[in-house]
Nanobody
Framework: QVQLVESGGGLVQAGGSLRLSCAAS?????MGWFRQAPGKEREFVAR????????FYADSVEGRFTISRDNAKNTMYLQMNSLKPEDTAVYYC????????????????WGRGTQVTVSS
């Protein structure tokens, strides 16, 4: 069983930055960030494959967001820069098996989410 706890959300003006954290208990092979805006489906933001050490990003955040990890703390981060109002959503941390990709259905464990609100 893996437990995930997100933190770091908040209210920020457009152009600002936030850093989200996801503390994991237990071993994980793939972790990712997803987001869900009101009335919309949950969408992929970024992911990290522990096994191959690769990162992947949604086109909408490429170049603005950076996913990283601290192995010693078993924690994943999402640095979000140049935030836009359309980035407003609840951001979720997810963990899955080695084959987990950009489809949220391939992830088994989910955090409760943290709200990010970007004002214009």
């Amino acid at each position: 069983q893996v437990q995930l706890v997100e933190s770091g959300g908040g209210l920020v003006q457009a152009g600002g930055s936030l850093r989200l954290s996801c503390a994991a208990s237990g071993r994980t092979y793939a972790m990712g960030w997803f987001r869900q805006a009101p009335g919309k489906e949950r969408e992929f933001v970024a992911r990290f494959s522990w096994s191959i050490g690769s990162t992947f990003y949604a086109d909408s955040v490429e170049g603005r967001f950076t996913i990283s990890r601290d192995n010693a703390k078993n924690t994943m981060y999402l640095q979000m820069n140049s935030l836009k109002p359309e980035d407003t959503a609840v951001y979720y941390c997810a963990a899955g098996s080695i084959g987990a990709g950009s489809d949220p259905r391939t992830y088994v464990y989910w955090g409760r989410g943290t709200q990010v609100t970007v004002s214009s």
